[in-house]
């Protein structure tokens, strides 16, 4: 078994990054792309070298090699974890950093044949479903007597800072499946005031957030909202859009248009980066907790990358988790996170 961890789409936003960092603390890492241009021009230093492969011959190449981890940050991760997941042997780990229902299912189901090969995965190591499962894990906190909670409601409220290029065809074929959800997209809209004093407004999005919070919290009357989601369109738009970007010629096409558009450098609109957890119970007892980030994209590459080195230092365990069900709420903490109760 290889000691070298593998990042699936290096060149992107996430990936060039993990693997620039994973590379910093010795370790060997293999950069995968579609470019070898590209990914040589990344520049990282260290125990480093290029595969330049399409999706089969990754796939092939990772089965053959057996790296002690995969990277995949290659989206929509519906299409990719699976394939990735069935493509890695005995003892080779896995993370993504999705942060699509579905795919998280896909890994999650995943678990005893996990756990028969000795092998780990960790679905959405990412700021989202990592950010906002601990915030809850905060509420629920020593509240363990009260039993089950009759709601949850957790908020993703990222603070991006902008970056100058293309958004990239993974990214937007995320969102384009995002907006085929109509009927869970924008509803049950909130005012939120964070800590610092910043009024959003967030909505339901149907995303890994939500399964993940009904995991820790053994309810199923769990709202998963986001500061992304456009609240203020009409309900009737979005239920027109749906089946029309469903449909697997339309999405790709969509896809590949907004892959095209350019974004631009800037800075963050807010100073924090906040997920809210409010959980209730039958006996009328409510408690709020946040999570406070620097950047989402920064704590996203830090809990990305955090993850990884742990499952190639054998610190895990087999089986198929979200990443505070395998390393607890401390693992926000490590990529940065504060957590606040109140």
Same mark, same amino acid.
């Given at each position: ?14 990936? +060039? ?11 060997? !890492?293999?950069?995968?792309? +579609?470019?070898? /241009? ?7 230093? /260290? ?8 999706? #089969? *011959?990754?796939?092939?190449? =990772? ?46 189901? +995943? ?36 039993? !089950?909670?009759?709601?949850? *409601? =957790? ?21 384009? +499946?995002?907006? &085929? ?13 964070? @800590?610092?004093?910043? &009024? ?5 999005? #149907? ?9 820790? &919290?053994? $309810? ?9 989601? #456009? ?18 010629? !339309? ?15 800037? #800075? ?7 997920? *809210?957890?409010?959980?209730?119970? @039958?006996?009328? $007892? ?13 704590? $996203? ?9 742990? %499952? ?26 504060? %957590? =606040?109760?109140?």
């Amino acid at each position: 078994m290889s000691a070298e961890v593998w990042v699936l789409g290096a060149t992107g936003r996430v990936g +060039r990054r993990v693997a620039q960092h994973v590379a910093a603390t010795g370790r060997p !890492v293999v950069l995968v792309g +579609r470019d070898r /241009g590209r990914l040589e021009a990344l520049g990282i230093s /260290g125990d480093v070298r290029v595969l330049e492969a399409d999706t #089969p *011959r990754a796939l092939a190449a =990772i089965a053959q090699a057996g790296p002690a981890v995969v990277v995949n940050t290659v989206g929509p991760f519906l299409e990719t974890a699976g394939p990735v997941l069935d493509a890695c042997p005995p003892g080779t780990h896995y993370v993504d950093v999705g942060n699509e229902p579905d795919a998280l299912q896909e890994v999650l189901d +995943r678990h005893d044949a996990l756990v028969a090969t000795g092998r780990t995965a960790v679905g959405c190591a990412g700021f989202g479903v990592l950010g906002t499962q601990a915030a809850l894990g905060a509420a629920l906190a020593g509240q363990e007597a009260r039993g !089950v909670p009759s709601r949850v *409601r =957790i908020d993703a409220i990222a603070a991006l800072a902008g970056e100058e290029g293309r958004l990239g065809e993974a990214l937007a074929r995320t969102i384009v +499946r995002g907006f &085929s959800a109509a009927a869970a997209l924008g509803r049950e809209p909130e005012r939120v005031r964070t @800590p610092d004093g910043d &009024s959003v407004v967030t909505g339901t999005l #149907p995303s890994g957030e939500l399964l993940a919070a009904a995991r820790l &919290s053994r $309810t199923d009357n769990v709202t998963a909202a986001s500061v992304f989601v #456009p609240t203020g369109v009409p309900a009737g738009v979005l239920r027109a859009l749906a089946p029309v970007l469903a449909t697997r010629p !339309v999405a790709r096409v969509a896809g590949r248009a907004l892959a095209r558009v350019r974004t631009k450098a800037g #800075p963050r609109p807010r100073a924090h980066t906040w997920a *809210r957890a409010r959980v209730e119970w @039958p006996d009328g $007892t409510t408690r709020t907790a946040w999570l406070r980030a620097e950047e989402a994209m920064d704590f $996203t590459v830090a809990a990305a990358t955090e993850v990884t080195l742990r %499952l190639a230092a054998g610190d895990g365990r087999p089986g198929a988790f979200t990443p505070v069900e395998l390393f607890g709420t401390g693992l926000a903490e490590a990529a940065g996170a504060v %957590l =606040i109760n109140g």
